[in-house]
């Protein structure tokens, strides 16, 4: 069975781009999140989907946004990216409330 | 407000020997409680969980301890290898609520022979 996957594998941008980040969960999940991780830390919750709604939120600027679309798929995306941007954006998914998993991420780099 | 404290941050164990990794939680809602295995450019992956009606779980080399009074759990390594060298994240969540993992900053373990 496919897992978490997740595009682009990297990405490069100057300050005050926009980009767009996209998560296929495991088939027969419902609920996406996001969460961005900083080098030498552990990741941080931005956003939660789930039946194609928002359900959580986590602390981050309203530059931050994301969508589920119908086939339960998730873009999350960045506006006026900032060089403290720079991280590995995770997607997780999950059949019910507890375990989730991960995708290999994405790796944006913010010059 | 950290709410998952992570210790120790580095760890060094001898190929065979045990790995032992702690973490502390504030949040008495908590009810679920996982650990990730993260290698180098890679995703975390799912190793094993926990939840607090049960005070130990096992899952080939790797056990969980659970210690609800004290708020704390640890993961135990046994006869680690090489390829178990990666950070190791700790995390919790409130599945009746929802809510997301909370994880604490990571151990970097490796393993030499």
């Known amino acids: 069975d496919a897992g978490v996957t997740q595009s682009p594998t990297h990405l490069i941008k100057t300050r005050g781009q926009q980009v767009t980040l996209r998560c296929s969960p495991i088939?027969?999940?419902?609920?996406v999140s996001w969460y961005q991780q900083v080098l030498g830390q552990g990741p941080q919750f931005i956003f939660q989907?789930?039946?194609?709604?928002?359900?959580g939120r986590g602390n981050f600027p309203d530059r931050f946004s994301a969508r589920q679309f119908p086939n339960y798929s998730s873009e999350l995306n960045v506006n006026a990216l900032l060089l403290g941007d720079s991280a590995l954006y995770l997607c997780?998914?999950?059949?019910?409330?507890?375990?989730?998993?991960f995708g290999p991420g994405t790796r944006l780099t913010v010059l | 407000q950290q709410q998952v404290k992570q210790s120790p941050q580095s760890l060094i164990v001898q190929k065979g020997g045990i790995s032992i990794i702690n973490c502390a939680y504030e949040?008495?809602?908590?009810?679920?409680f996982p650990w990730y295995q993260q290698f180098p450019g890679k995703g975390p992956a799912l190793l094993i969980a926990?939840?607090?009606?049960?005070s130990e779980k096992k899952e080939g080399r790797f056990t969980i301890s659970f210690n609800k009074s004290a708020k704390q759990f640890s993961l135990h390594i046994m006869d680690s290898q090489p390829g178990d060298s990666a950070t190791y994240f700790c995390?919790?969540?409130?599945?009746?609520?929802?809510?997301?993992?909370?994880f604490g900053k990571g151990t970097r373990l490796s393993v030499i022979a």
């Open positions: 997780a998914s999950s059949f019910n409330w507890g375990a989730q998993y």
């Open positions: 088939s027969g999940h419902k609920s």
């Open positions: 989907y789930y039946e194609k709604e928002e359900r």
């Open positions: 949040n008495t809602a908590f009810d679920y």
């Open positions: 926990i939840r607090p009606d049960v």
């Open positions: 995390a919790a969540s409130m599945t009746s609520g929802n809510t997301p993992l909370v």
